[in-house]
């Protein structure tokens, strides 16, 4: 029993130890130390067994093979944990410090310890999640640490445009978007590249749905490309594109696809932030409108309206 006290003191000292060097972070060895301790401490109890009963160490393994079964059962979530252990430090699955996110255990945080049998999470709203390390390993969770070692975070969100504003663009449309920088360029290319293709091709344009044109949904997607090209806070060497989805009852979805070059959470938010700031603010330059849902203040005013018409 010493000499299980002392070597379960080593391990310890060990573990402590090794927490103290870089590597730990990605490769704990808690789970493996408490691993190692039990066996000391089963070797112990089988050599103290023996000698009291006067039997051999191999009589007590035959014995306690016998009951194999029963310590399956007895100990099936240590056997499940010592497997999940062995999987999570050979394939570095989960390392301490990183992010995880657990939707079964509502665990959304930063992983504090990993030890055999859990893995704590100390979530953003400042609790603590303990986790059964095998669910890891037989469930799945996300990690994000390819998110923050890549040095990307991903902004995919979209804005819902009411499709009866989407038109046709004029030639007073036209000479006002000349004036904008950051579509200077492609208006006047895409005015002489569509003015060349009808000529050629003999198009009567008095009837807007003969030949080419521009429009201002398709001017605002073009605009909003460039406005990120030119945004210092987005990454240029990951994707960074402006699509339209699916139109649904509630518009068109003009979405956002890109990697800001910040991945802390705070100075991300504030980015994604203003770059819809200025992309709800400037959608009505464009003659667009964002769809929303009416609420009070919209019935309130076309009641009013209504009592002055009458």
């Known amino acids: ?9 080593v391990m310890d000292s060990i573990n402590e ?30 050599m103290i ?13 035959t014995a306690i093979g016998a009951l194999t079964a029963v310590l399956l059962i007895v100990f099936k979530d240590t056997l499940l944990a010592v497997v999940a252990s062995f999987q ?14 657990v939707p079964q255990y509502n665990a959304d945080g930063e992983v504090i310890d990993i030890s055999l049998h859990i893995v704590k999470v100390k979530n953003w709203d400042k609790t603590i999640t ?23 975070r991903r902004i995919k969100r979209s804005v819902l445009i009411d499709m009866k504003s989407i038109r046709f663009l004029n030639e007073s449309d036209i000479e006002k978007f000349k004036k904008i920088q950051l579509i200077k360029k492609y208006i006047e290319d895409k005015t002489k590249e569509i003015d060349k293709y009808n000529k ?6 008095s009837t807007p749905v003969n030949g080419r044109k521009l429009t201002n949904i ?39 696809y890109a990697f800001s070059n910040d991945t802390n959470w705070v100075n991300y938010e504030n980015i994604q932030s203003d770059i819809f700031d200025h992309i709800l603010a400037i959608i009505p330059q464009f003659g667009l409108r964002v769809f929303q ?16 018409v009458n």
């Open 1 to 9: 029993f010493l000499v299980a006290f002392v070597l379960s003191s």
């Open 17 to 46: 130890i090794y927490s103290g060097f870089k590597i730990s972070a990605t490769r704990p060895i808690k789970g493996l130390v408490q691993i190692l301790k039990i066996i000391a401490y089963i070797v112990s109890f089988i």
């Open 49 to 61: 067994f023996s000698t009291i009963t006067g039997t051999s160490p191999l009589g007590v393994l």
């Open 88 to 101: 999570i430090t050979t394939d570095n699955l989960v390392s301490i410090g990183d992010w995880i996110s």
């Open 130 to 152: 303990t986790i059964p390390i095998y669910s890891l390993v037989t469930n799945s969770f996300k990690n994000y640490k390819s998110m923050v070692l890549s040095g990307g």
């Open 200 to 205: 050629e091709n003999h198009i009567d344009i």
């Open 218 to 256: 398709g001017t605002l997607r073009i605009y909003i490309l460039e406005y990120l090209k030119n945004n210092n806070h987005i990454r240029k060497d990951l994707t960074y594109m402006v699509r339209q989805l699916d139109p649904t009852e509630l518009g068109l979805p003009l979405e956002i």
């Open 293 to 308: 849902n009416p609420s009070g203040y919209d019935f309130d005013k076309f009641f009013i309206e209504d009592e002055h």
